[in-house]
């Protein structure tokens, strides 16, 4: 296992004294957290625009389209809001597992197979009221999430297979799997080009937050990260979980149920990635489809990375990558640019956010221990 | 002649298929193994597969258009009636395309074996961030590609003599097929008795007793990753300028991640690799062949099997306690 969630450099220095400067200090520490990935972002927005300029594009209005897009009215806030509630529960996915030194990088298999199982659950309930019928898809769909990303943990647990490997095949084989399901078992006869489940009941139909055209997936998905943060930061089960990331043989030998936490924390992840799926379906497409597996999953690990795994920070990165992903229509449509642009920028990111890592603890204004004279 | 072979036409594709399909997986598994054999993992290969595949097929129809246009200009100039020639005229210009996808693919390796060169970062996360910014790039610049036909790879037709349609195109083997058998004999040979696959055991195995004996660590891995990156662009280019043979962007699905996988299948020795890669080039065949002999239903699910085998396999090789005999001690996968 890897360690992937350090607190920096302070995680071996000795504990501050309590001194007139300690709020000072305390910000300061804080803050670097903070400043070192809005650096790698900022550079990210440097070196990006370099790229564009060299091929004869005028970055500041790449740059203007893709705030215009995303942030700059109410309708573009609400669109980057949309796109925020799938990449919330796919981000968490990557986040809860990391608690435990876990790279889980298959959340785009649990997406899809949370979507599937909520579309057909919704088939015999076609009758059933909103109350019985909606949580019901919920529950279907964080039960075959949790269990596909489960499989993963269990595996690493009881076999020591490698947990980022077996993720992403168990993704390509989830895809496979609904491929399978919507052209055969359950394919609606009326969905011709685009093989289809049969559309889902209308009192099923997940609605939009009161007073805004965004769908409930997105603030069933922030309550979904406190509820992540809480269960990390303010429980034994958190503590727990984080020591065994930190060093596993010292969890066992103090009788912490090292399997449990991790394929605990893995099949939580894959839930919250199957609600994804759920409000795709519900909330979006109204059936299960191809459409699912629209890389949700792979955005998801670049905002756990960039939030470093913690999953109150999750909650502005989903928003700001919803916004850039919001975006792309517009940029693709007025600068003539492909659409995988934003996947290049995307990966650029992630490349500068795991440079910047090396960057913790170096800065002495970020350190107070080692500034001031011991 | 097309020959009705009945059920035998399925174990025909079964082989066929993975001399054609294993080569990709051969050369991502090589590239895989020699880097970690220096002691790092490379999960980016999927992504450098991918630009491997769209820069390959891209630049082997610009320089094979550059090419047919210069031939017909000629012919145009002398007078001449223009030949009939198209960039698919030159295969010449899809070998180039191959060296400039191994090129590029070093390049990838480069830049990750760089990044991992620094304090604090994690060469699992790097790989897959190279990953996705690898498909991406690829991607981007590989739209204008879609479209236009580039210069197939030449084959050895081995059995020329049948006059079974299907038993000749099941032995044309391209010749990288047989370049990647000579280079994992030659690597299984240069791991154990060179003074470069030394160094590369050494530092793989034990950063420190490298470090004593006075190797830059970080250099070593680099160059290991950039060399690995190379095979892994060559494996690239024969996908699209061969099998199946031409780009778009679900030309690859986790080949390159599914060969990195099969690295620890194959314990780090090169000739299992290739055994590992005709496996895996003939479970892919499955789909196609069962398809061809009329068994339609579950196309899906026979075109999950590879992946199915592969979990498979890691779930049978892995181990929950002891360390993997053979594997590379610094490598942060099987720790």
Known sequence: MVQLVGDGGDAVAPPPRVTGRSVLDWISRRAEVVVIPLGAILAGLVLFGVFLWIQGHDPFQFYDLMYLGGFGRQLSIESALSRAAPLLFAALCVALPARLGLVVIGGEGAIVLGGLAAAAIALPLANAPAFVGIPAMAIAAMIAGGFWIGIAGALRHYRGVNETISSLLLAYVAIAL?????????????S????????????????????????????????ACILAWILIDRTTWGFSARIAGGNVRAAQIQGLPVGKLIIGFCALGGAFAGLAGMF????????????????????GILIAFLARHNPLMIIPFAVLLGGIEASGGLIQRRMGLPDATILVFEGLLFVLILISETFYGRFRIFNPEKRSPA | MDTDLGWWAVPLALIGGAIRISTPFLFVSLGETITEKSGRINLGLEGTLIFGAMIGYGMAYLIGDAWAQA?????????????AVSARSYPMAAWLGVGIAAIAGSLFGVVHGLICSLKRVNDIAVGIAMMLFGMGIAFYFGKPFIAPAAPDLP?????????????????????????????AVVLWWAFRNTRLGLILRVVGDSADAARALGYNINLVRTLATAVGGAFAGIGGAFLSLYYPGSWNEGISSGQGLMAVALVIFA????????????????????????????????????????????LGLMVATSSRNRAMAGAPGELSITR
């Not at chain 1, 795709?280 to 699912?292: D, F, H, P, T």
């Not at chain 2, 012919?75 to 001449?80: E, S, T």
């Not at chain 2, 496996?279 to 068994?295: E, I």
């Open chain 1, 178 to 190: 609904m491929n399978h399901i919507v052209e055969g078992p359950l394919r609606d006869p009326a």
């Open chain 1, 192 to 223: 011709l080009n685009k093989p289809s489940t049969a559309p889902i009941a209308d009192q099923l139909m997940v609605g939009t937050l009161p007073g805004l055209n965004v769908h409930w997936g997105f603030a069933v998905g922030v309550v």
């Open chain 1, 280 to 299: 795709e379906v519900a909330a979006v497409q109204y059936s299960a489809n191809g459409s699912l597996a629209a890389r949700y999953g792979y955005t």
């Open chain 2, 71 to 83: 031939a017909i200009n000629d012919a145009i100039a002398q007078g001449l009636p223009p030949p």
């Open chain 2, 155 to 183: 084959s050895i037709p081995f059995a020329a003599w049948s006059d079974v349609s299907q038993v000749r195109d099941a032995f044309n083997v391209n010749a990288l097929f047989i370049i990647g058998i000579v280079l």
């Open chain 2, 267 to 310: 314990r780090w020795n090169p000739i299992a690799c290739f055994w590992a890669a005709m496996l895996f080039g003939g479970t892919s065949a499955l789909g196609p062949a069962l398809q061809a002999v009329g068994v339609t239903g579950g196309y899906y699910l026979f075109n999950a099997a590879p992946y199915i085998l592969t």
